[in-house]
């Protein structure tokens, strides 16, 4: 069973950074894509970034040069960089991960099958 904890999430203003950690356990994560999605209120969750096992990095054009994902595959740790954070930014960030023996660059909800509790993220203006 994978287990996906987050943190790091809470209240900045706008323009400036948070970075959030999210902690795996049940499986290594050295073999297998990772991302980020957020949902906000009233909206639907949405893909933010992902690693792919390569340690290549891959975004949604809205967070593009802003946020930065990366992977610790010795502590089992994906982390998101987030720096400019604007107040459309404001959700609730979940670390994912699919199924073994998927990989690639998934950017999509059903690629993923293991999802953590989500930390919030709240940027004021």
């Known amino acids: 069973q994978v287990q996906l904890v987050e943190s790091g999430g809470g209240l900045v203003q706008a323009g400036g950074s948070l970075t959030l950690s999210c902690a795996a356990s049940?499986?290594?994560?050295?073999?297998?894509?990772m991302a980020w999605f957020r949902q906000a209120p009233g909206k639907e969750r949405e893909f933010v970034a992902g690693s792919h096992p390569s340690g290549l990095g891959y975004y949604a054009d809205s967070v593009k040069g802003r946020f930065t994902i990366s992977r610790e595959n010795a502590k089992n740790t994906v982390r998101l960089q987030m720096n400019s954070l604007k107040p459309d930014d404001t959700a609730v960030y979940s670390c994912?991960?699919?199924?073994?023996?998927?990989?690639?660059?998934?950017?999509?909800?059903?690629?993923?099958?293991?999802w953590g509790q989500g930390t919030q993220v709240t940027v004021s203006s």
């Open positions: 994912a991960a699919p199924r073994n023996g998927r990989v690639g660059f998934l950017n999509q909800i059903n690629h993923y099958d293991y």
């Open positions: 049940g499986r290594t994560i050295s073999s297998y894509t």
